[in-house]
């Protein structure tokens, strides 16, 4: 099935205060912060820029608010099934999206765009994944409206540690699988030519993440001006650092399917999949008895933003459609998300 999502977005859509490539860089999950009230001005900026977020690209309608910390908030954030040591966050960004057979992925487009402005902004954020809907957060919100949800929240404020080795590690692979077990090229498991070079064994996913590949320029050589997105989507936060997100680079349809095989195609489509960890998120017991949502769909939104935003800014342009190619995948536990299908 195919069907084109690009519905024309709202048009007043502030820009981000830096190239999107270097704010994604410079992101990082800060858990300590400043006791510094977030100033009147920086809350202005960020709550014009929630204002403008209100549409996924693959069709949800989403709103976002920040709200104050509270006192007890440490205690709650642990019932709610988060995990990690959120010490001294002022602020909340939170939001809600309505139900839809997309909207967590498109939960996690928007809340990451939010988190990367709120990062250009000079914000620390850390993504936290609950069951937020029945929660205080929501309350502080105003409600959430029936048939809406709040996967997700990020704790904000000035940043108070020092993010600067997790980035660097992050940068040098030790937190990241290798582009090679990323990245495919006309089929599922074939490593797209350039992305060959990540032969360092995998990454331990988990947040202690293991040794990757080094880094390399070279990684990326044969896919041109695609390969700032493709490490984007490399650096991108995932719950529990698991790194879901698979990308399959197939021929661009003429009037049909995408065509299989490696590709020396002028356009292509970029089919998003979703690998989902064992005996982790949706379905575990967890999950199920925390009623948390299921975090690795919104993983995938967070990939996409990534994509689209750097692929943009590399001056590449396309749009998001969901039209499932049908591969020949290697076991159960993979779903195909959307593709990003180049433009003619
Ligand atoms: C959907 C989602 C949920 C997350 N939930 C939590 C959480 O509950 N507690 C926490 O400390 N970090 C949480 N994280 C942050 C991840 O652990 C972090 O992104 C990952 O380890 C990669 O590290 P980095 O963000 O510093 O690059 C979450 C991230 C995402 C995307």
Known sequence: MTSDTSTPRPAARPPFPAPASALIQRRYSCRT????PISAEDKGRLHEFMASRTRGP????ARFGL??????????LRRLGTYGF????????????????????????????????????????CWLGGTFTRSTFVRRFGGVKRGETMPAVASTGY???????????????????????????????VPLAAAGGGTGGSAAAGDEAGAGDEAGAGRYADVGPFAA???AVRMAPSATNKQPWRI???ASPEGGRSRRGPSTAARHDWHFHMVRTKGYGKGSAVFTVLRI?????????????????????????????VADPGLELPGPGIEYTATWREAG
């Open 248 to 250: 399959v680079r197939m």
């Open 33 to 36: 912060y400043l006791e510094r």
């Open 229 to 231: 997105a493709l490490e």
């Open 67 to 76: 709200i104050a910390a509270a006192p007890d908030d440490r205690q709650a």
């Open 86 to 125: 959120i010490k001294g966050a002022t602020g909340f960004i939170v939001g809600a999206v309505g139900r839809g057979p997309k909207d967590l992925e498109d939960y996690g487009y928007l809340l990451e765009e939010v988190i990367l402005a709120a990062t250009g902004i000079g914000l620390g954020t």
């Open 293 to 321: 949502a299921d975090l690795q769909r919104v993983d995938l939104g967070i990939a996409m933003c990534h994509f689209e935003l750097v692929a943009r800014e590399s001056g590449l342009d396309g749009s998001w459609v």
């Open 159 to 189: 940043i108070g540690d020092d993010g600067t080795e997790r980035i660097r590690e992050r940068e040098e692979g030790s937190r990241r699988f290798p582009p090679a077990e990323l990245f495919f090229d006309g089929e599922w498991g």
């Open 58 to 61: 693959l069709g949800s309608q």
